[in-house]
C-alpha cells in the first residue's frame, strides 16, 4: 500500500518572531556574522560532512555554521554498555568522529557552533540569514518552506526531486552532490551579493505561501 505525504507546515510557526540579535543572543551566536543554519544535526544522509568541509573554503569570511539537530555521540570503549553502543552504532560515531576531526584540522571551532535538538527551531532561523540543506540522498525537504517564512533564501544539493520547490536562481541556489567547493562558492555569492539575496528570498517566502 502507498500513501502520499504531502509537505505541510504552519506558516504562523515559522515568521520571524525576534531580530537576529536577540535571537542570535539568546543562543550565544555572532549577531554580526553572515550566520549558515544546517538542521541535520550530524548525520552522513543530510550532508554534516559536505556543510563542515565547505567552511574549510570560507575561514576568511565573517560567515559562522550553526549546527542543529541529533548527534549519534562519539566512540567510548570506558565500560562494557559503552562498548556495545559503539559497536552497535559503529558506523554513525565514527561519522561523527570525523566531524570533529575536520572541524579541529581546519581551525574551524570558532567558526562552526554546535546547538543540539531545539524545541523551538524558528529561534534558530531568526538567529540565521541562511539556510543549506547539503543532503547526500534525495528525500524530503521541508525546512525550505520554513525557512522561506522569514524571507530568506535556501541553498539545496541538486536532486530531481527539489525541482518542484525550487528553482535555481529563483528561489534559492542550487549546487552538485557532495561538492564542498561548489557549496562554498554558492555561500559567499549571498554573502556579497545583497540583492540576489533579497530577490531570492522574497521569491522564496512566496514559494513558502504556495
Do not use: W
Request: aromatic share 10%; glycine share 6%.
Amino acid at each position: 500500500k502507498s500513501v502520499v505525504t504531502h509537505n505541510f507546515m504552519e506558516y504562523e510557526s515559522f515568521t520571524q518572531l525576534n531580530t537576529k540579535y536577540k535571537s542570535s543572543q539568546d543562543l550565544k551566536l555572532n549577531p554580526n556574522a553572515f550566520n549558515v543554519v544546517f538542521v541535520g544535526g550530524i548525520n552522513r544522509i543530510k550532508g554534516s560532512k559536505i556543510i563542515v568541509n565547505a567552511f574549510k573554503h570560507l575561514k576568511s569570511e565573517n560567515i559562522n555554521l550553526i549546527i542543529a539537530g541529533n548527534n549519534p555521540g562519539l566512540l567510548s570503549f570506558g565500560s562494557f554498555s559503552e562498548f556495545i553502543n559503539s559497536i552497535i552504532h559503529f558506523k554513525s560515531k565514527y561519522y561523527h568522529h570525523n566531524i570533529i576531526r575536520i572541524i579541529k584540522k581546519n581551525s574551524l571551532t570558532s567558526k562552526i557552533t554546535y546547538i543540539g535538538v531545539q524545541n523551538d527551531i524558528r529561534k534558530v532561523f531568526d538567529a540565521s540569514d541562511l539556510l543549506v540543506i547539503p543532503m547526500v540522498e534525495a528525500h524530503q525537504a521541508r525546512p525550505v518552506f520554513e525557512f522561506g517564512c522569514q524571507k530568506k533564501p535556501i541553498i539545496i544539493t541538486n536532486f530531481s526531486n527539489i525541482k518542484e520547490f525550487v528553482k535555481n536562481g529563483f528561489n534559492g541556489l542550487t549546487f552538485n552532490v557532495g561538492d564542498d567547493l561548489d557549496l562554498a562558492k554558492n555561500i559567499k555569492t549571498l554573502y556579497s551579493n545583497n540583492l540576489l539575496y533579497r530577490n531570492l528570498g522574497n521569491n522564496n517566502h512566496l514559494n513558502s505561501i504556495k
